[in-house]
């Protein structure tokens, strides 16, 4: 059988990091989140950790090539798992090729990838709320706020059309109770693998 592969989508404040939790629990997929993995890289003191520091220290962008190969060392870690959940990536056209063309190489692909649908008003909202709760500063200012949208829209818009032409891009409705959303991605998750085999 092969590998439950999914990435999930979703503007800041749609629930990725709660529904990522959820999804993981109940298919007994190994969850993946570049921030993670970067952040335990570097820990680690790793060689791509270590090429990784070079970059964030000049205040740069860890270089496509870096980040897959952390993803790579992660799914060969736990090749045994039922599959994948890749969390905040991939960010960009590129970076979907990338994954692609990793993933070929160890004989998988992505199975489906679920995009989370949210009105800006209600994730702004959201993220206003959480901003009060969290401490996070980046959640405290509407106009930041906003701005993190647009770079979501502009970043992530050519990454759809590239899963759409595939076949592959599902779109959530993200309003609702936290399990209402968790309710429509198994569905959604249930439908592409019964298409898969």
Not at 16 to 37: C, F, M, N, R, V
Request: charged letters at 25%.
């Amino acid at each position: 059988m092969s590998k439950l592969n999914i990435i999930l989508f979703g503007p800041p404040g749609a629930g990725k990091g709660t529904q990522s939790e959820k999804l993981t629990s109940h298919y007994a997929l190994k969850h993946l989140s570049t921030g993670d993995i970067l952040r335990a890289e570097r820990q680690a003191g790793t060689e791509l950790g270590r090429q990784a520091n070079a970059y964030i220290e000049k205040g740069e962008l860890v270089p496509d090539a870096v980040v897959i190969g952390m993803v790579e060392q992660m799914v060969r870690a736990h090749a045994a798992a039922p599959g994948f959940i890749f969390d905040g990536f991939p960010r960009t056209v590129a970076q979907g090729e990338a994954l692609d063309a990793m993933l070929k190489s160890l004989d998988m692909d992505i199975t489906t990838v679920l995009s989370l649908e949210v009105d800006e008003d209600e994730l702004t909202r959201r993220l206003l709320e959480r901003g009060m709760t969290s401490g996070r500063v980046d959640d405290q200012d509407e106009a930041t706020i906003r701005n993190r949208f647009k770079v979501y829209n502009n970043e992530t818009s050519p990454l759809k059309e590239f899963y759409k032409a595939q076949g592959k891009l599902q779109s959530i409705h993200g309003m609702g109770s936290i399990d209402e959303i968790f309710g429509s991605l198994c569905e959604a998750i249930d439908n592409s693998q019964s298409e898969t085999y």
